[in-house]
């Protein structure tokens, strides 16, 4: 009756030997991806909490572009640049007799309303700016609050206990019992190669496999679910936790991205410095060649006059 088991990821077999809760907490910081996170979970509850940590990642991601975006437009407003989708936007043209121009030219009045026109237009562009600044530090705000424990904490709990009454639906018979009665088998290892879940009751897609070493049936009473509650405790404790990592791994890995991206503009800035460095010599070096040239001209002039 036993099957082999798929072989677990270092990181989760690590994991999996470690019962005491603080030590398998520290040992999550050793967990490097998303994937790693839900397969240190037991196998019947992996499909639900990927839905979720997949979930966070991506919101954590969206987190990482919209401030990106957001740090873009304030180095722009204090540097009092426009980012490109407001400087793309070019400024109107009003057209003006010739007459009513050279009446501007000496009339203040005039003058004052053309520079009030171009004044709006600078002050449209700044506000502007501002309020696409203000709504993408909100923006912010609202996907970090997705990402607060607080938010997330107790619908993973739930998510997994769910999973535990459908786990105890599906294993019992109708009468409530399992159907394996007073048998003893311990220690079954009942764990697909692809962790691939199959239908379960009213046609729903639920696991039909164990976790290696948790399929364990007492003589009676409550021993018979021992490995189902064992896998329920696991699942409530590690879950909202793994979440954490998923969100920690995510930002760390866009802080790596981000800084890539930092290197690389200050090579690219380097190298426009150097080129801007080589394009001011060949001025000067040219502005000397046509001062010579000039004096040369001048000098030939002088002679042919004095001549």
């Not at 954590?60 to 490109?84: I, M």
Request: aromatic share 8%; glycine share 4%.
């Amino acid at each position: 009756m036993s099957r082999l088991a798929s072989p677990m990821p270092p990181v989760a077999t690590m994991v999996a030997d470690i019962t005491k809760r603080g030590s398998r907490q520290v040992a999550f910081n050793a967990i490097t991806s998303v994937k790693e996170c839900v397969d240190i979970l037991p196998t019947a509850y992996r499909a639900t909490a990927r839905d979720i940590f997949n979930t966070l990642s991506d919101i954590t991601e969206k987190y990482g572009r919209v401030n990106k975006v957001f740090q873009t437009f304030r180095h722009h407003r204090s540097k009092g640049t426009f980012p490109p989708q407001i400087e793309c936007v070019h400024e109107p043209s009003f057209l003006f007799t010739k007459e009513f121009s050279e009446h501007a030219e000496t009339v203040p009045e005039a003058k004052a309303r053309l520079l009030k026109m171009r004044n709006l237009w600078s002050a449209y562009r700044s506000d502007l700016l501002t309020a696409a600044i203000d709504a993408k530090r909100e923006e912010l705000l609202v996907l970090e609050a997705r990402l607060q424990p607080k938010t997330y904490w107790n619908d993973i709990v739930n998510a997994m206990e769910r999973v535990y009454e459908r786990q105890l639906s599906f294993y019992k018979g109708a009468d409530g019992k399992f159907p394996l009665g007073e048998s003893i088998i311990e220690d079954v290892e009942m764990v697909t190669g692809a962790d691939t879940p199959t239908a379960g009751p009213s046609g729903s897609a639920e696991p039909s496999t164990i976790p290696a070493s948790r399929f364990r049936f007492g003589q009676s009473g409550d021993k018979e679910e021992t490995w189902l509650k064992s896998d329920r405790d696991i699942a409530v404790w590690d879950a909202p936790r793994l979440a954490a990592r998923v969100i920690d791994i995510t930002r760390n890995r866009d802080l790596e991205e981000l800084e890539k991206a930092i290197k690389k503009l200050s090579i690219k800035k380097a190298a426009t410095a150097v080129e801007e460095d080589a394009i001011t010599s060949l001025n000067a070096r040219n502005a000397d060649f046509d001062a010579r040239v000039r004096a040369a001209v001048q000098s030939a002039l002088a002679k042919q006059k004095n001549g």
